[in-house]
């Protein structure tokens, strides 16, 4: 009779547990993810900015979690948006860099993205802002999961011309669509971070009562910069820091519209960037202070950004958390607490919930890959490591950028031998310590040789077993 007591107490248990993890996600939470461009690490105050005002954002900060050691799958535009979206490194779906506009190619319809993982969960999708994942009708966001769109297909500079040295500056073909009809051409986008926020804040209110997936996407910091008249000349920071005042502000509509329908405490958000500050362009650009280089570039100012996640019925507040992640990782997180289906292809994110509750500071990852160019391998981030392979990579060599809007031209360095750096003490990446680790030196090697193996690498000429390829305006395949 004693051990069929114990029996019964145990599967009460059981059933206990099982009911305790469906009731913590009872009704299905909604997500948010909000996502800068070109913004610079150190671009927040709860990032230690020293002139730029960011109070809605360190609000979030303080109520929800700070990841340090936040990376971007690639420092360039297409590339890191398609590996958020879909959990993948970007050279495995076959995107690098840029699409430009009119681009044969786009982020293929046999990916899954994170709205079409939630959409077939019942939720409401929406983008609003920047989508650069091909402009061809075959490849925008209402092939790709989102039910609503309003935005720009690329990004803000991208008609006629990228503005260069003594260019004139002309806007006038900039598209606004929503969803797959043109609705406006944008000779002056002062208002469009105002306009992105009121659609998300509409779009919120329109689905207050059933799940919802909601990506925001500024177009802003990138150049050229435009802010509204409420913001401008607000900032110790000049126009750059008017303009990351207004995104603050829109977050704070937006965590503002939550707590008004009463779902702030069921809704999980997602703050973060695509990649560092595109330094050549100096007075108009971020910081990514105390890391080395900037946007294109896989050194630690190029792919390591500022992240908060607020999710406040589930996250312990004001923690900050160093474990390393990219956002590869966010896919299967979000599938974790929506308890959605993971896409049937492979990706290469994993689930990193148990770190951001603190359960765990271990990574699921034994390493992250730094891929640029058309798929080079150039780092490598292992435990608290970061390794380079030798590789060309822009820079300014410490000269000043340019200013109000224009670049100045970048020179090249070349690391000519393996490059490895602690950065658990060498944030800036400045001493160089291969030769006095030589085992570390070697284990990463090994690692990066498996990835090889997978994805491949144009700098060792290794052929990947594992590599997909882009979308093609030829093709008509269905989902």
């Known amino acids: 009779m004693k051990h069929f007591s114990l029996l019964l107490a145990l599967i009460g248990c059981v059933f206990l547990s099982c009911n305790t993890v469906k009731e913590s996600f009872e009704r299905p939470p909604n997500v948010i993810i909000i996502f800068t461009d070109d913004q610079g690490y150190q671009d927040l105050g709860c990032f230690g900015s020293p002139d730029i005002k960011t109070p809605h954002l360190d609000k979030m900060a303080a109520g929800g979690i700070r990841l340090t050691d936040f990376y971007a799958a690639q420092a360039v535009c297409s590339a890191s948006r398609a590996a958020m979206l879909t959990g993948c490194y970007p050279n495995r779906i076959g995107i690098h860099g840029a699409f430009m506009p009119n681009s044969d190619k786009g982020l293929s319809l046999e990916e899954t993205t994170i709205a079409e993982m939630l959409q077939n969960e019942g939720y409401r999708t929406g983008i609003f802002g920047k989508w650069h994942l091909g402009d061809h009708p075959d490849f925008m966001p209402n092939q790709q999961g989102f039910d609503e769109f309003y935005g720009i297909p690329y990004s803000n500079d991208m008609w006629p011309l990228h503005p260069q040295q003594g260019t004139h500056f002309n806007f006038s073909d900039l598209q606004l669509f929503e969803n797959e009809q043109v609705i406006d051409t944008l000779r002056d986008q002062s208002s469009l971070t105002t306009k992105i926020t009121e659609k998300s804040v509409e779009f919120i209110s329109s689905n207050k009562d059933k799940p919802f997936f909601l990506y925001v996407a500024h177009p802003q910091p990138h150049v050229p910069l435009y802010v509204s008249e409420?913001?401008?000349?607000?900032?110790?920071?000049?126009?750059?820091?008017?303009?990351?005042?207004e995104i603050d502000w829109s977050v704070g509509q937006i965590l503002a519209?939550?707590?008004?329908?009463?779902?702030?405490?069921?809704?999980?958000?997602?703050?973060?960037?695509d990649n560092g500050p595109w330094l050549n362009y100096g007075d108009h650009a971020g910081s990514a202070a105390p890391l080395r280089e900037g946007k294109g570039t896989a050194l630690e100012g190029g792919q390591r950004e500022p992240c908060i996640i607020?999710?406040?019925?589930?996250?312990?507040?004001?923690?900050?958390?160093?474990?390393?992640?990219?956002?590869i990782?966010?896919?299967?997180?979000?599938?974790?607490?929506?308890?959605a289906e993971l896409p049937d292809r492979t990706i290469d994110g994993k689930n990193v919930w148990n770190i951001w509750t603190g359960e765990s500071s271990t990574s699921p990852h034994e390493a992250y890959f730094f891929y640029y160019h058309v798929n080079e391998l150039h780092g490598v981030r292992y435990n608290n490591w970061k390794l380079y392979f030798p590789h060309r990579y822009r820079t300014l060599n410490g000269k000043p950028g340019g200013q109000n809007g224009l670049p100045v031209a970048y020179e090249y360095n070349t690391i000519e031998n393996i490059e490895l750096y602690n950065l658990d003490n060498d944030l800036g990446e400045h001493v160089d310590v291969a030769e006095q680790h030589p085992?570390?030196?070697?284990?990463?090697?090994?690692?990066?040789?498996?990835?090889?193996?997978?994805?491949g690498d144009a700098l060792t000429f290794s052929v990947g077993k594992e590599n997909r390829p882009a979308g093609l305006r030829s093709s008509t395949s269905d989902k």
Do not use: C, W
């Open 439 to 455: 085992e570390v030196v070697e284990e990463i090697k090994r690692i990066a040789d498996e990835m090889r193996n997978t994805l």
């Open 257 to 273: 519209s939550l707590k008004q329908h009463d779902i702030e405490k069921n809704t999980l958000v997602i703050f973060t960037s």
């Open 310 to 327: 607020y999710f406040p019925s589930k996250l312990s507040p004001n923690r900050t958390i160093r474990t390393p992640m990219m956002n």
């Open 329 to 339: 990782d966010v896919l299967p997180t979000i599938a974790h607490i929506t308890q």
């Open 230 to 245: 409420k913001f401008k000349g607000k900032s110790e920071r000049g126009l750059y820091g008017d303009v990351i005042m």
